[in-house]
């Protein structure tokens, strides 16, 4: 490589091809040599619905994102470098490419017959196009054919390999070694040594192919090292660090895990995940439904678990009774949504944050609960964690919500000790007590205390019918509006056990941006690049949803301009309105099951100064 | 596999009283609930349970405000979900003994699909159906085992709904023990409950029960003292299956289905009879008892009751395998699993 190497921040690489041409692993295994050798990531996986649609069409391609360099923040706009292993995903992609980007096809792929169905009427590689991009037509299927047969190999065997041919052009483009992958492989095909060699052998065929061509000498980056924090690092993706974060808060409040779910995308691999988690404690059961799934963690909670259940849209819609239950009867629970495009079935693999009116209102009654976000993959981690502390300590349900971004995608986290995290004290009857109540509440936060079945001299009826302060049913119109009043401002109160809401970038900007969950990323990036450019912009995020945190009209009230921004048609805006009606809020939207981009935020808020 | 108990045992001996709440009792006057509330209460100092490990849960409808009457934990949660709420309390603490009361539209209706699945799973639940074969809480619309063709207030034409049998649903989910009782012969009631709660497994017994103002007598053609001996039978395990006012008739297979005969005519005598098996695996004659009405007796007393290990024990020993062997003592050492590195 004596090249003229271009020395970048960060770079973006996009694989895609065909369902099944293995581009999700591809995508996985170069972030993960990345975050080894010394970058920041994110990655974003966009995936059909189908596990398998019709071969070579536009249906069926799978695409995977991966942002590679110093503080990273998404998963990037458009990429610098685009396989496309198909004609379909060259077609439905290329719009992801910037212009002058390296775009690697697999060119033995294009013939009439597979250019046809992805909808090409001539011949695609115009002279216009050949101007725009860099096209490296590479035979990547041949050449994996002829590595298959010589080591006579199954056709079916080493047609799977293809991507790791493709991989190893990226490699070299990317200046990084081929170790920690041929690592991987080791690991995972421990029983078949051919299908190691193999792999291994079209990796390095595909780095030595890149070294050979001139057109890639001209496009070898070298990315900046990031610089962060000190201590140890994991890469993980926001569907797992859901999970370990109620791990950690089951490990410190003492309370056994119980996970009552049901398998909905995008959200089954929290309860995957904790399924492996036997062996740490975690009770994970797979109910027959959505609403077994709630209702076996209300069960759960009543009997003193830290009970927990995972769902999409239209599986919370299906809790949605239930939850008024948990609100009624005042128990822990922590509701993850990892939201996806709605309504009904909608875009089961495409993320939004359309869910935030349901989580807040949607049950019937007055049924007052806590709703917090989190806002990256990694700090799913600590949103679950504390999820969980606020309901056990709080006695109410707690809906956390993520997406299909922050939860299929992944990032660098930095490992916390779990003795480090804040503590969790469940608020526990003791036996015997003979001032038992099951509504006596606590004076500072309303919240009652948790009589399990098994303590001694504290039996109760707990149920969805009102009760009265001491526990028998209720009709009196006095009492009823006494303990909507008491579930309503034990809510109120959690917001004095929440840190004050922060403002950063420009705090003294002429234009507030306001985000909440998962778009964090290209908001926190498109508002550090405005500032940087020498506009002044101020940027507020929020993970407290409700109750927000107390000084959030004061911050809203300082700023003339205010621009809300969320993947839905304006809900939380709305929310903001209702409790804030003096100040007024511009909204940015975005329902394309697609997360923000840096460069429609900045054209929105240059706008915005503008008027 | 070693059998394991989870439920402790009481020190002491409890009587009924130990077990009734000071909640006024608000059925109506009459209704075989109160019937059924009396055996239930009986029930408890006869399994020896722990009386603060007794959960009763139950759904909606008038058989669902049971919780309130026994000084028990209890949860009376929303329709047609109390499996479900039991299910996971249960899984959160197998030491509990659970009891599941439902009505025949809560537990067949709104509440089927949760009610086979607890049924396949066997967990060590304690079922009660409260069969009165019509919705009475919301005053008398036809339920899934209102009888064919009756004249309801959501059917003022007659159903044209064919009815569940809920005996031939857990068999049909592979139920490993099923009984049915009467509301008017509570102390066969107590029986029964005695040894649904002994029985490892999901336990279901539908109690035949009479509601006085929306659909009363649907059970007096079985029930009424002066048919009940030839209209029922008492199945007991071992015992040939006779009945009838004079002890006379009897059920015969017949090699095709089940017969009623009376012993001493057309040449038929005790041989003839079948003897109940109430532990046969096949759910076949089960099936067929379950089903008898009509010319038939219907069946009452433990139907079915089969060894199966519960998933109560499943889920505890494979638990108790992974938390022995897991490769993680603690989240720690998880969390810092797989690739990680130094900054």
């Avoid at chain 1, 190691?196 to 890639?216: T, W």
């Avoid at chain 2, 909606?60 to 949660?77: A, E, K, L, N, Q």
């Avoid at chain 2, 490769?327 to 050492?333: E, L, R, S, T």
Wanted: one cysteine or more; glycine letters at 8%; hydrophobic letters at 35%.
């Amino acid at each position: 490589m004596t090249d003229n190497i271009i020395k970048k921040n960060d770079i973006v690489v996009r694989f895609a091809g065909d369902s099944g041409d293995g581009m999700q692993l591809s995508g996985t295994l170069f972030s993960d040599a990345s975050a080894l050798t010394g970058n920041d990531i994110a990655t974003f996986p966009d995936y059909p619905a189908e596990i398998r649609a019709p071969h070579n069409t536009i249906a069926g391609v799978s695409g995977y994102q991966v942002h590679v360099g110093n503080h990273i923040y998404s998963s990037g706009d458009k990429c610098d470098i685009l396989v496309a292993m198909n004609p379909a995903s060259f077609k439905s992609n290329l719009k992801w490419a910037k212009k002058g980007a390296t775009v690697i096809v697999d060119i033995d792929t294009f013939t009439e017959e597979a250019m046809t169905k992805a909808g090409y009427t001539s011949d695609p590689f115009t002279d216009e196009l050949e101007r725009a991009y860099a096209i490296v037509k590479a035979p990547i299927t041949s050449f994996t054919a002829n590595i298959g047969t010589e080591q006579g190999a199954e056709k079916k065997t080493y047609e799977k390999c293809r991507n790791m041919f493709a991989l190893g052009i990226i490699f070299y483009m990317t200046h990084k070694k081929l170790d920690q992958t041929n690592a991987y492989l080791e690991r995972k095909f421990a029983k078949k040594p051919d299908v190691i060699k193999l792999n291994e052998a079209v990796l390095s065929a595909g780095y030595e192919y890149a070294d050979k061509l001139e057109v890639i000498h001209s496009h070898i980056y070298e990315v900046s090292h990031a610089e962060m924090p000190k201590g140890r690092y994991r890469n993980i993706t926001g569907n797992v660090a859901t999970a370990w974060g109620l791990l950690a808060a089951s490990e410190r409040s003492g309370r056994r895990l119980f996970l009552g779910s049901y398998p909905i995308t995008p959200a089954t691999e929290v309860m995957v995940e904790l399924s492996k988690h036997k062996g740490l404690g975690a009770r994970v059961f797979q109910a027959e439904d959505e609403i077994a799934g709630i209702c076996s963690a209300i069960g759960a909670s009543y009997a003193g678990a830290l009970a927990c259940t995972s769902t999409s849209g239209p599986g919370l819609s299906l809790k949605s009774e239930a939850l008024g239950l948990a609100v009624m009867t005042e128990l822990p629970l922590v509701v993850v949504d990892v939201q996806r495009g709605g309504p009904s079935t909608g875009l089961p693999t495409k993320t939004e944050q359309s869910d935030l009116n349901q989580a807040l209102y949607g049950r019937n009654g007055e049924a007052p609960l806590v709703v917090v976000a989190a806002s990256s993959s990694a700090n799913c981690f600590y949103w679950a964690y504390n999820a969980a502390k606020l309901a056990l300590e709080h006695m109410t349900p707690v809906i956390l919500l993520t997406d299909g971004y922050l939860g299929n995608g992944s990032q660098l986290f930095r490992i916390p000790k779990v003795a480090d995290l804040p503590s969790i004290t469940p608020r526990l009857a003791t036996p015997n007590d003979p001032d038992y109540r099951p509504f006596r509440r606590d004076p500072e936060t309303f919240a009652r205390e948790w009589a399990l079945p098994g303590m001694e001299g504290l039996s109760h009826r707990v149920g969805g019918l009102e009760k009265c302060p001491d526990g028998p049913l209720s009709t009196d119109p006095e009492n009823h509006a006494l303990m909507t009043y008491n579930r309503q401002e034990k809510v109120n109160r959690v917001a004095n056990y929440i840190p004050d809401q922060e403002v950063t970038g420009n705090p003294d900007g002429d234009l507030l941006v306001v985000g909440w969950g998962g778009t964090a990323g290209a908001l926190t990036l498109a508002v550090e690049e405005m500032n940087n450019e020498g506009k002044k912009v101020a940027y507020t995020h929020f993970n407290y949803i409700c109750p927000l945190p107390k000084n959030t009209g004061d911050i809203l009230r300082k700023y003339k301009k205010i621009v809300v921004c969320e993947l839905n048609n304006g809900q939380f805006a709305g929310y903001l309105r209702t409790q804030f009606p003096e100040c007024p809020m511009k909204q940015y939207n975005k329902v394309m099951g697609l997360p923000f981009e840096v460069g429609e935020l900045k054209d929105c808020f240059t706008k915005i100064l503008g008027e | 596999m070693a059998e394991r108990h989870f439920v402790p045992k009481a020190e002491c001996e409890y009587t009924k009283a130990d077990f009734q709440s000071d909640q006024m009792v608000k059925w109506c006057p009459g209704c075989g609930d109160h019937a059924i509330l009396a055996s239930l209460l009986n029930t408890f100092p006869k399994t020896h349970h722990k009386k603060e490990n007794i959960l009763m849960v139950s759904g909606i409808g008038c058989s669902s405000r049971i919780p309130y009457y026994v000084d028990t934990y209890g949860f009376h949660s929303i329709h047609g979900r109390a499996c479900a709420i039991a299910t996971g309390a249960k899984l959160a603490n197998p030491a509990l003994s659970v009891w599941v009361n439902m009505g025949d539209g809560d537990s067949m209706a709104i509440g089927g699909n949760h009610l086979i699945h607890a049924v396949r799973r066997n967990q060590d639940l304690n079922i009660t159906i409260f069969n009165n074969e019509i919705y009475g809480l919301t005053k008398g619309q036809y339920s899934p085992t209102t009888k064919f063709g009756q004249i309801t207030k959501t059917s003022p034409f007659g159903t044209i709904d064919y009815p569940f049998n809920p005996g031939e649903l857990v068999m049909g989910a592979q139920g490993t023990f099923f009984a049915r009782a009467l509301d008017c012969v509570p102390g066969l009631t107590t029986d029964i409950m005695t040894r649904a709660a002994s029985h490892d497994g999901t336990s279901v017994v539908e109690v035949l029960q009479n509601c006085m103002i929306f659909n009363d007598k649907t059970h007096a053609a079985i029930t009424d003292r002066a048919v009940r001996d030839d209209r029922t039978i008492v199945l007991e395990h071992g015992k040939p299956m006779i009945f009838g006012k004079e002890k006379n008739k009897g059920i015969r297979f017949n090699g095709r289905c089940l017969e009623a005969v009376t012993i001493g005519e057309n040449g038929i005598t005790l041989d003839d009879i079948m003897v109940h098996d109430e532990t046969t695996e096949d759910t076949g004659i089960h099936m067929m008892l379950a089903r008898m009405c009509g010319e038939l007796p219907v069946a009452i007393g433990v139907i079915r009751n089969v060894k199966k290990t519960s998933y109560t024990q499943l889920y505890e020993d494979q638990m108790d395998e992974c938390m022995a062997t897991g490769k993680y003592k603690c989240v720690d050492d998880l969390l810092n699993s797989g690739d990680t590195w130094e900054v």
